[in-house]
């Protein structure tokens, strides 16, 4: 059984200094000398910090590596001893370095992860290593809704099934690939590619995709906007206009995500838009409006 306890390892970054916290359930008996070592292809067992403890019923400590100890192959060994007279416990963990993938999204691509575990030791000393798996939901290719009048922006979610560290930033950039006059009011200082703004929000333990700033709608023609016109009224959807319906019921659309997590994920999604009827009438919140059959 190994005195050291409840210390977990997050992959490192290789530029920058590591920080972690040794954790040693002292043992009666007297002074304790304890050591942390590393080794990869350039170092064999380097004395990262050496500790001449008296007796304590706990060890806290913060141990540090400094990026010159990092190398090429991707992990590093530490190894952890504490040792007196006729005593010696020992632990040995690998640690990973962090990785930045990247993904193009498809209908049978369910996940994203990484085979370089986070490593933890728990309260009575076992050590275990975890892989991240962040579960993708409502990423198909094509996305079909039977009335042609608006595209809402909660098909989307993400869910980390990692067992501590969850999702700390996703960053999103939303593209309409048309240039329909449609849009003309959609981010209207560029001519084509035009960008909305989303975001994932925390729920629970997933995040869910919604719009980040608002969109405004004309009433009467349905006419989007994305900044705030004279007759336009907030909403959370990108509305099409009236009588669109033959030259805007396939659209194609492009999200690219940046996800930090233990990991960097950088996630490509095409998906086409299709609807299969039109409308008669303006249908904000639902209202003067007639389906065709």
Known sequence: MSYFRNMRWEPYVKNQTYLFNLEFAYPPGGPMAIEVRLSNTVYNRALIIALNMNASTLIQTPVVIYPYLFDQSGSLMLYFRAYRNQFESTLQVRVYEKESKNYLIHDQLLSVGSNKPTAEVNAVGVISYRHETIALQGFQSLIVEPYFYAMHFRYWTLKSQH???????????????????????????????????????????????????????????????????????????????????????????????????????????????????????????????????
């Open 163 to 293: 067992a501590w560290k969850k999702l700390t930033n996703i960053h999103v950039t939303f593209t309409i690939l048309s240039t329909h006059p449609a849009f003309i009011l959609i981010d209207p200082t560029s001519q084509m590619n035009k960008k909305i703004g989303l975001h994932f929000t925390a729920e629970m333990d997933v995040f869910k995709s919604r719009l980040r700033e608002p969109l405004y709608v004309d009433l009467q023609t349905l006419i989007p906007s994305s900044l705030v016109q004279e007759g336009y009224v907030e909403t959370e959807s990108l509305f099409f206009p009236i009588n669109s319906f033959a030259s805007l019921k396939t659209i194609e659309f492009k999200m690219d995500l940046v996800v930090a997590a233990i990991h960097q994920y950088t996630l490509t999604y095409f998906f086409t838009y299709e609807t299969l009827k039109p409308l008669l009438g303006p249908c904000y919140q639902a209202r003067y409006c007639v389906g065709v059959a």
